[in-house]
């Protein structure tokens, strides 16, 4: 199939009424979904493959989109997650010698209806004006459906805001890998929507890598005698994830080292007690600067979340839930969104990005090492008291 050549009709709805003609990509049909923009300019296959974009259509706002086509290697999960996807200008030919399909092609596969031809840009500054909105793709025989139908369509589809998407993207079994280097123990990882590059990285520390199905219980954990949890990135909305925040307080409760990247971020913050909000138009891309405010070191980071945690920017808090003193770890300069959260009187810390950047910057995969070295340096404190 030959994407740039396409003469399919495709319109792109969305809930605001703004209709944007073009032209089909992927498969044909109808979706549905929250219409996000994402920035990087390169890593399309990561983005597709990441389980956190679940219920989501995902337009890129880089203008050329395909030429380095898909392959098995660079998957960061079993399959295609968006709802589905927009782009301007899809490449005509695959030229990479790693490709194994065209993109086209790979969306097909997987029934993911797209569209091209639009102006992107236009849809981006709507968006950031009026923030994301449910939206609809229409095309095939779809993109003939009456235009106040394809309307009452979109706006009839569920808003992200109170979602739980865990169970659609979590593993049905647990999956372990296998430690890679001096071993530490057994790591439970609540997959939320974890990408590969997150295991690859635990595993590389260390750690045999228990991949848990979302609905586990505290004995489920208990029962593989982890030295630590970890909580994935994943879609959804954090304050319709009550069993997840239970979960973890009896993990911080066990005074079980935790870390947790994104989604784990804001379930971290709920489990201490504070509240979560939606973004207008959320952090999407791999170019996004954040300030450790341990190191004074800002980082260009790789995002994809439209919720955040409310704590308080400056200083230390109590945590609210009982969990002694915490801090914000990290911000975002380009809002002051809290971006990390660290408590200073348990073993626990996450933060809102995606360390692993599998497709981006690597500045913040320094957080593998830091995680480690807490693990072990509870799993120190804790024989030293059992000589005592």
């Known amino acids: 199939m030959n994407p740039g050549l396409s003469t399919d009709p495709a319109v792109l709805v969305l809930e605001d009424g703004s209709r944007y003609p073009g032209r089909a990509y992927g498969a044909r049909g109808t979706t549905l979904g929250e219409v996000v923009f994402a920035t990087g300019m390169t890593g399309y296959q990561e983005t597709l493959t990441d389980p956190s974009y679940a219920g989501q259509i995902v337009l890129q706002t880089a203008p050329h989109i395909g ?42 596969a997987d029934g993911v209806v797209g569209i091209s031809g639009i102006d992107t ?45 865990s169970a659609e993207v979590s593993v049905a079994a647990a999956q372990v890998t296998p430690a890679r280097g001096e071993r530490i123990g057994n790591l439970a990882v609540l997959d939320l929507g974890v990408k590969q590059a997150t295991i690859n990285n635990l595993a590389d520390r260390g750690f045999d890598v228990h991949v848990l199905p979302q609905d586990v219980s505290i004995d489920d954990i208990r029962a593989i005698d982890p030295v630590a949890v970890f909580y994935s990135n994943g879609p959804g909305d954090p304050a319709a994830s009550d069993d997840h925040v239970e979960l973890l307080r009896a993990v911080l409760d066990d005074r079980l080292p935790f870390f947790g990247i994104c989604f784990g971020n804001q379930l971290l913050g709920r489990a201490l007690g504070f509240g979560t909000y939606k973004l207008p138009f959320g952090h999407r891309g791999i170019n996004q600067p954040v300030m450790d405010r341990t190191t004074g070191r800002v980082e260009i980071t790789a995002h994809n979340h439209g919720f955040a945690v409310d704590a308080p920017l400056d200083g230390a808090t109590d945590s609210p839930a009982g969990y002694g003193r915490v801090e914000v770890s990290h911000v975002g ?56």
Do not use: C
């Open 121 to 165: 840009r236009s849809v981006t500054r709507r968006i950031r004006s009026s923030g994301s909105m449910r939206g609809g793709i229409f095309s095939g025989d779809a993109a003939d459906i009456d235009p106040d139908e394809q309307l009452r369509i979109v706006q009839e589809a569920p808003e992200m805001s109170g979602r739980n998407l």
């Open 67 to 108: 030429n380095t086509g898909m392959n098995t290697e660079d998957t960061e999960s079993r399959r295609i997650w968006v709802s589905g996807y927009i782009v301007r200008d899809p490449s005509r030919v695959v030229s990479n010698w790693r490709a194994e399909e065209s993109l086209d092609d790979a969306l097909v």
């Open 333 to 388: 300069l380009n809002d002051q969104v809290v971006e990390g959260l660290r408590a200073l009187d348990i073993p626990a810390f996450s933060v809102q990005y995606h360390p692993e950047a599998a497709a981006g910057p690597h500045d913040a995969n320094y957080l593998f090492d830091r995680f480690r070295d807490m693990v072990l340096a509870a799993r120190g404190d804790a024989t030293q008291k059992d000589n005592d």
